[in-house]
Every structure is written in structure tokens, then in C-alpha cells.
């Protein structure tokens, strides 16, 4: 069974920075995986932010692009987002995800983890 565990939220105040980092263990050969960052603010459902295909190419949900960087480092397992210029608006838990397939990473993945708390203060 694969496993996938974030880190790297925080308390910060607006206009402040994070990086989350994710990484696999178990059967996840994560070279072969779709990868993408979700998140779920209090009341709301699950949200797409960002996802890296195998190849690396990326992509973004509108409010994050120019401030969010989503990056893999497939020797490390590990995937991260650079958040930049955060605003209360991305108040949230952060989850990654992974899939091998496309059409069901967008969707929410196959493997999730347990998420990471941001917080932006105003």
C-alpha cells in the first residue's frame, strides 16, 4: 500500500511564504505517478491547486498562478509547493495526491495524504 505524508504548514501572516513538501513510500514508484496538491478549507469541498505530470509539466489553478510553484524530485520522492504572497484566502489543509492515472488525479487521485494545516493571518 502506498503512503504519502505532507509537511511544512504553518501559521503565517499575509503576504508571508511556505513550502510544502511531500513524500511517498510503499508501492508508490513515484516516477510513474501524476501529482498534484488539493486543498480543503473549513465548510468547503475539496479544491485542485496544482499538478506535475510525469514529464513535469505543470499546471495551476487560477488564483495560485504567479504566487504557487509546484516542483518533484523524483530521486527524493518527494513533491513540493513554494507558496508565495499567501493571502487568508488559502487558509486551508493541504493535501497531495498521486495517480497513475491523468483523469482521476484531477478528481482527487488514488492515494491522498493527511494533509498539512496553512493558516494566513490578516
Known amino acids: 500500500q502506498g503512503q504519502l505524508v505532507e509537511s511544512g504548514g504553518d501559521s503565517v501572516e499575509a503576504g508571508g511564504s511556505l513550502r510544502l513538501a511531500c513524500r511517498t513510500s510503499?508501492?508508490?514508484?513515484?516516477?510513474?505517478?501524476?501529482m498534484a496538491w488539493f486543498r480543503q478549507a473549513p465548510g468547503k469541498g475539496l479544491e485542485w491547486v496544482s499538478r506535475?505530470?510525469?514529464?513535469?509539466?505543470?499546471y495551476y489553478e487560477e488564483s495560485v498562478k504567479g504566487r504557487f510553484t509546484i516542483s518533484r524530485d523524483n530521486a527524493k520522492n518527494a513533491l513540493y509547493l513554494e507558496m508565495n504572497s499567501l493571502s487568508p484566502d488559502d487558509t486551508a489543509m493541504y493535501y497531495c495526491?498521486?495517480?497513475?492515472?491523468?483523469?482521476?488525479?484531477?478528481?482527487?487521485?488514488?492515494?491522498r495524504g493527511q494533509g498539512t494545516q496553512v493558516t494566513v493571518s490578516s
Open positions: 510503499g508501492n508508490i514508484y513515484y516516477s510513474n505517478y501524476y
Open positions: 506535475i505530470t510525469t514529464g513535469g509539466a505543470t
Open positions: 495526491a498521486a495517480d497513475l492515472l491523468y483523469s482521476r488525479l484531477i478528481t482527487g487521485g488514488l492515494y
